[in-house]
C-alpha cells in the first residue's frame, strides 16, 4: 500500500490527491501567533477566502485561543465570533472546520456549514461534545489532551512521549467510537504543545509511524508552535516571533505529507501549499518506479533523448504541466 493510499479517507468531506492543507483563521484577540488580525467577521471571511486562493483545501475556524493560560471566552462571545465567519464562507463554497471545545457551537457552526469538527480536548471538555458529533454525523478531529493549560505546560512529562501518547489517543478514539462517532469519520491529532516540550514534539514528528497504526487518518497541527522556535534558535538563541516561523512550519508539513499525513493545519498556506505538493510529485515519482514491469535502466549506459541529453526517451509525461511563476 503507497503512502498516498495509506492516508486514509474521511468520509464526509472531499478526497484530495495528497496531504491536505488546512488553513487557520483565529477570530480571537488573543491567539499566539496572530490574534486580533481577523477578529472582525468581513476581515475573517475575506482571510479565509485567501488562504483557499493560496492553495487551502479546508478553512479551520477558531474563536477561543488555547495557548497557555489563556482565559476562556464564555459560550455567547465564541458563538458570536465563530458562527458568521462559518456562514460567510461556507456560502462561498469553501470546506470549513470549527476549531471548538464546546458542543452548542459546534453543533451551531455544523448547521451554518462547517463540515469538520476540530476539538483539540478530543470531547473531554464538554461531555455533550461526542453525543452532538455523532448525532450530526459530522467528521471529528480527536487530538491528543492532557487539560486547560494553565500555569504553564500541564503535565508535560513523560517516560516514553510516543508510546504514551499514542496509548492515550487510543483510548480516547475508543471513547468516541462508543459514543458514536463513525470510525470512517475519526481523524487523530498527536497535539503538538499541548503538555509537551520541544524534545516530545520533535520525537512525536519523528514517530508518525506509531500514530498511523492507531488506523485513523493524520492530522499535524506544528504551524508556528514554540518547539519550531526552540529549533531555530539553537541552545542560546532566543526564539524568533512566531510569525518568523513559517518557512520552518513549511518543512515540517514537507515530512507530515512524506509521513502519510492527511492534513496538516498551518497559518501561512503557500509555502505549506508547494511543499506538499512537492512531496505528492517525489511520492508518484517512487511508485512509478515501484511499478510492475519498471526496468531499471542500465547504470554503465545512461540513456539520452534525441537532443542527446541523459533521460528516459520512454517515460511518460508529467500528470500535470508545471505550474507558471506566479500562478496557481
Not at 474563536?63 to 464564555?74: I, L, N
Amino acid at each position: 500500500m503507497s503512502k498516498q493510499s495509506g492516508r486514509g479517507r474521511v468520509v464526509g468531506l472531499p478526497q484530495w490527491d495528497r496531504c491536505a492543507v488546512m488553513g487557520v483563521v483565529n477570530v480571537t484577540p488573543d491567539s499566539f501567533s496572530d490574534g486580533g488580525r481577523w477578529f472582525d467577521t468581513t476581515a475573517a471571511v475575506k482571510h479565509g477566502l485567501h488562504l483557499v486562493a493560496e492553495g487551502a483545501d479546508l478553512v479551520d475556524v477558531g474563536g477561543e485561543s488555547t495557548r497557555p493560560g489563556a482565559t476562556r471566552v464564555d459560550e455567547a462571545e465564541e458563538l458570536r465570533r465563530v458562527v458568521p465567519v462559518v456562514r460567510g464562507l461556507a456560502s462561498e463554497g469553501v470546506v470549513v472546520s470549527v476549531d471548538t471545545m464546546r458542543a452548542s457551537v459546534a453543533a451551531r457552526a455544523l448547521a451554518a456549514g462547517a463540515a469538520l469538527v476540530n476539538d483539540v480536548s478530543g470531547g473531554l471538555a464538554d461531555p455533550a461534545m461526542i453525543p452532538a458529533v455523532a448525532d450530526a454525523g459530522a467528521p471529528f478531529v480527536v487530538m491528543h489532551w492532557r487539560g486547560f493549560l494553565k500555569g504553564g505546560n500541564v503535565r508535560g512529562v513523560y517516560a516514553d512521549v510516543v508510546a504514551e501518547v499514542v496509548d492515550e489517543l487510543h483510548a480516547r478514539v475508543d471513547a468516541v467510537l462508543a459514543g458514536g462517532v463513525s470510525p470512517d469519520r475519526i481523524v487523530v491529532d498527536p497535539g503538538l504543545g499541548f503538555s509537551k516540550e520541544a524534545d516530545h514534539d520533535l520525537s512525536l514528528l519523528a514517530h508518525l509511524d506509531r500514530l498511523h497504526a492507531l488506523g485513523h487518518p493524520l492530522l499535524v497541527a506544528a504551524s508556528r508552535k514554540r518547539f519550531l522556535g526552540r529549533v531555530l534558535a539553537g541552545p542560546e538563541g532566543a526564539p524568533p516571533p512566531a510569525r518568523e516561523r513559517d518557512a520552518a512550519t513549511a518543512a515540517v508539513s514537507a515530512l507530515a505529507a512524506q509521513s502519510g499525513a492527511w492534513a496538516v493545519r498551518v497559518h501561512e498556506v503557500r509555502a505549506t501549499a508547494d511543499a506538499v505538493q512537492v512531496a505528492r510529485a517525489v511520492e508518484g515519482a517512487r511508485e512509478e518506479r515501484r511499478a510492475p514491469g519498471a526496468g531499471a535502466p542500465d547504470p554503465a549506459r545512461p540513456a539520452t533523448d534525441a537532443s542527446g541529453a541523459h533521460g528516459r526517451p520512454d517515460a511518460p509525461a508529467p500528470a500535470h504541466p508545471p505550474r507558471a511563476e506566479g500562478t496557481r
